[in-house]
T-cell receptor, first 113, second 115 residues
């Protein structure tokens, strides 16, 4: 049972344009959401997070939007750069009685120069 | 800044052997998580520790055990290794005490190959 889903396995975007990565979750008890970037042969690197009491969090070129009613979050990268090419994972935590961070299946982003 | 340190980076073992993976969290981090990532898959939660006590358990086989020591480092012990145990094993740490919600910081993983 995949509680956190990223339905797009890959995405290609032109340099300078906006990249939008999407994530859906099923457990309404999740109250903390995170995005990670992963390069090959490295561990996931934390990018940005959002608490369920907010609907938007911004950090430089990265903005995360949370729509609780739709159980959906998205990561916007503006402007996209070739160095952003990586696999992006969303994660969720806070479901009642558990301290696990559940990861999505990842989206491979390729930013074309 | 100091990051999460995992050792070894690569490990090759034969079926039915044992393996021990080590994780040194970021200084002052009190919580450690272990994840297993197979090829093309998302990281799967195995087990976590807070202040040396197991805080949560995921899809960790009975053949695996883990613990967190007084210096907060953690070890994942894997016995009777099977071919399907070949994967990347990530350790992550965070600070629980300051906030219920805080991000996990990952090490670069141990790639285990079972032959």
């Amino acid at each position: 049972d995949q509680q956190v889903k990223q339905n797009s396995p890959s995405l290609s975007v032109q340099e300078g344009r906006i990249s939008i990565l999407n994530c859906d979750y099923t457990n309404s008890m999740f109250d903390y959401f995170l995005w990670y970037k992963k390069y090959p042969a490295e561990g996931p690197t934390f990018l940005i997070s959002i608490s369920s009491i907010k609907d938007k969090n911004e950090d430089g070129r990265f903005t995360v939007f949370l729509n609780k009613s739709a159980k959906h979050l998205s990561l916007h990268i503006v402007p996209s750069q070739p160095g952003d090419s990586a696999v992006y994972f969303c994660a969720a935590s806070g479901a009642s009685g558990t301290y696990k961070y559940i990861f999505g299946t990842g989206t491979r982003l390729k930013v074309l120069a | 800044a100091a990051g999460v340190i995992q050792s070894p980076r690569h490990l090759i073992k034969e079926k039915r052997e044992t393996a021990t993976l080590k994780c040194y969290p970021i200084p002052r981090h009190d919580t450690v998580y272990w994840y297993q990532q197979g090829p093309g898959q998302d990281p799967q939660f195995l087990i976590s520790f807070y202040e040396k006590m197991q805080s949560d358990k995921g899809s960790i086989p009975d053949r695996f055990s883990a613990q967190q020591f007084s210096d907060y480092h953690s070890e994942l012990n894997m016995s009777s290794l099977e071919l399907g145990d070949s994967a990347l094993y990530f350790c992550a740490s965070r600070v629980w005490g300051e906030s219920y919600n805080s991000p996990l910081h990952f090490g670069n993983g141990t790639r285990l190959t079972v032959t």
